[in-house]
């Protein structure tokens, strides 16, 4: 029997090598820290055996103390049921397999063990990809992959459930900064390793007319008052468990045993056999 693997995604040296040369300004991980550290605390649990799958080992290195960190290699050095918490940290978004890496991530956990993840996703940088489209379409007539494409959070939270994941959920904290050139948009994403290493992007030189013609677009479109350039940045944060007895479950259909009106004091009334549409002459 044939298998085919997902296309990939990324360039891994050229990722590799960005992630190297990342440093500085790291906004967007600090951001990740803080409200990865809130959800921790919301969990009434002590976890003795975390571990987080990280581009960026240097930023999480002490985010829990005693963590083991992985690499988000497209096979993740987790060992099966080792874990009681498997963080995916600021990675995902370049697995060319989500749902692979969620997989791993979950036969590493112990039963009722905790996954978390946070990405980049939904709105993230679309005023830069509308810009930079519209600038190569006008300078070059066509199109070549320059951002990592970004997931919607209601695919994401479908993949949790894919992955075999318990009690799903997914939700966004948004993050609108403003630049004064859009120059230092780029030097953010330099310092974040998130420049362009797409395996399908263009391996030759780009004439800087596009980028000059993807500022005077940002200038138009996306400046405020005081002109200032609005960047946009959402991280998605993806909330699981593995699969435990212990759990709460839902009950079967038809199963209960007090009528809903009864607990609201209301009455209840019946619907009639047909119901009229009004009709809108």
């Known amino acids: 029997m044939m298998t085919h693997s997902p296309p990939e995604l990324a360039d891994r040296a050229a990722l590799l090598r960005n992630r ?13 820290h803080e409200e990865l550290a809130l959800r921790l605390a919301e969990v009434n649990r002590q976890f003795t055996s975390p571990a987080i799958v990280t581009g960026h080992p240097q930023l ?25 918490l498997v963080i995916h940290a600021m990675a995902l978004h370049w697995a060319a397999d989500p749902v692979g890496q969620m997989v ?18 939904g709105q993230t940088l679309a005023e830069l990809r509308a810009c930079l489209a519209q600038a190569e379409a006008d300078i070059s007539g066509g199109l070549s992959p320059r951002v990592v494409p970004m997931a919607e959070i209601r695919d994401l939270g479908g993949l949790l459930q894919r992955a075999g994941l318990a009690m799903p959920v997914a939700d966004t904290v948004s993050q609108h900064v403003a630049y004064q050139r859009i120059e230092t948009l780029y030097a953010d994403l330099r310092a974040m390793g998130e420049r362009n290493a797409l395996a399908a992007r263009r391996r030759s ?16 479109h996306y400046a405020d008052e005081a002109g200032r350039l609005r960047a946009s940045f959402d991280l998605l944060f993806l909330t699981g468990w593995a699969p435990d007895s212990s759990q709460p479950r839902p009950l079967r259909p038809g199963s209960a045993q007090a009528r809903l009106a009864d607990a609201l004091g209301t009455q209840e009334s019946p619907l009639p056999d047909q119901i009229k549409i009004p009709s809108k002459d």
């Open 205 to 220: 030189f780009t004439p800087r007319t596009v980028f000059a013609r993807a500022a005077e677009l940002y200038a138009a």
């Open 60 to 84: 999480w290195a002490d985010f829990l103390p005693g963590a083991e960190l992985v690499p988000d290699d497209a096979v993740l050095a987790l060992e099966a049921g080792a874990h009681d």
């Open 104 to 121: 791993q991530a979950r036969r590493a956990l112990r039963p009722d063990g905790l996954f978390l993840a946070v990405l980049p996703g």
């Open 20 to 32: 190297a040369r990342a440093g500085g300004e790291n906004f967007l991980h600090t951001i990740a």
